[in-house]
């Protein structure tokens, strides 16, 4: 049995096939403007998910998920998609990779599972949709490549914390990649895969590809996974229809602090020289009687710092960590002194 017909008869006994011929049929007979498709791009587990849901409720708009899966895509797997790793230089021609994406960016590509949810209200707005938003966690190495290429109404690439990220795909098994032969399922991620596709990647310094030849842990082959998806953005020049989301603002600060003129204004410059401190939130918690109000306000500088009321150490945290919002906080003494790092 050839591949195409493995996927279609496992997908057919397993889905049924109404839900599928359904989706070939209305996808077929749309008229899809790919200027008008939406991208939402990032790495595994990263919240892409999350990202498609919140813009699937765009009037006018319904989705595609994930063709460049070989699994539920076999045409991507013919066209020489090869799942997460995917990577051309962006001067390198590819005919069968740029008429297979645009076929998805139009719309023309099926998949062999029916994503949408098998409801009225779902299948009313499938039905009514004539624009296109696509959810990737297997093209982040080929955006340069793709953008030289196609124009699209917006790019959305999502970036989460590279700890929770990893602690995601460990925990989930899910890696974004699948075997290379039927039957096409997930696979776990191997060292000796990533250190070739590293090897492929155009521009990479010899003396890092050396330290990620050593890798044997599978924390530290999803982190190299991770970084090769994000490497591209060294020296990208994002187009205007770029926007960058961050999952989740990872941190808050709470400082409490009372009669700290001497101390205070090292702490608040040692923060500022702390790699990207510009987005996290700081709360000094000021219960003060001498002049360290004044020094916060001329040491603030770029931090994002709100003085509230303090008191007691206790009741300082606690008034700060009721305004956090982030899912971490962090407290420091007004007197502690940071490394640059």
């Not at 008869?9 to 200027?35: R, V």
């Not at 096409?184 to 191997?190: A, S, V, W």
């Not at 989740?248 to 204004?265: A, F, G, M, Q, S």
Request: aromatic share 10%.
């Amino acid at each position: 049995m050839n591949f195409e017909a493995y996927n279609y008869a496992y997908h057919l006994a397993t889905f049924g096939n109404i839900p599928y011929h359904f989706q070939k049929l209305i996808l077929k007979n749309k008229k899809i403007d790919s200027k008008d498709t939406i991208l939402v791009v990032g790495t595994p587990r990263s919240g892409t998910t999350w990202l498609l849901e919140l813009l699937d409720t765009l009037p006018r708009y319904t989705y595609q998920n994930e063709p460049l899966n070989g699994t539920m895509f076999p045409e991507a797997k013919k066209a020489g998609f090869k799942s997460r790793g995917t990577y051309k230089p962006p001067e390198q021609d590819w005919i069968e990779g740029e008429k297979y994406l645009q076929k998805v960016f139009t719309g023309k590509a099926t998949g062999l599972i029916f994503h949408y949810r098998w409801n009225p209200k779902s299948i009313i707005s499938f039905l009514s949709a004539d624009k296109l938003i696509i959810k990737f966690v297997r093209l982040n190495r080929l955006l340069p490549w793709v953008i030289k290429r196609f124009q699209v109404r917006h790019i959305y690439f999502i970036i989460r914390h590279p700890c929770a990220v990893i602690a995601s795909q460990l925990k989930t098994g899910f890696h974004g990649y699948e075997r290379p032969t039927p039957p096409l399922r997930d696979i776990t991620l191997t060292a000796e895969r990533i250190i070739r596709e590293a090897s492929e990647i155009q521009g990479i310094e010899s003396q890092l590809l050396k330290k990620i030849q050593k890798i044997e842990k599978m924390d530290e082959i999803l982190a190299v996974a991770l970084g090769l998806d994000h490497l591209f953005l060294n020296d990208f020049k994002k187009p205007a229809n770029w926007t960058t989301i961050v999952y989740e603002k990872l941190l808050t600060i709470v400082i409490p602090c009372k009669n700290e003129e001497d101390y205070i204004p090292h702490l608040l410059d040692n923060l500022q020289s702390q790699k990207g401190i510009e987005q996290v939130k700081i709360y000094i918690a000021d219960a003060s009687t001498d002049n360290t109000r004044n020094k916060i306000v001329e040491h603030t500088g770029s931090l994002d710092v709100t003085i509230i009321q303090g008191g007691p150490v206790s009741k300082a945290k606690n008034n700060g960590a009721q305004l956090a919002e982030t899912p971490y906080l962090l407290f420091i003494d007004a007197d502690v002194r940071f490394f640059v790092c």
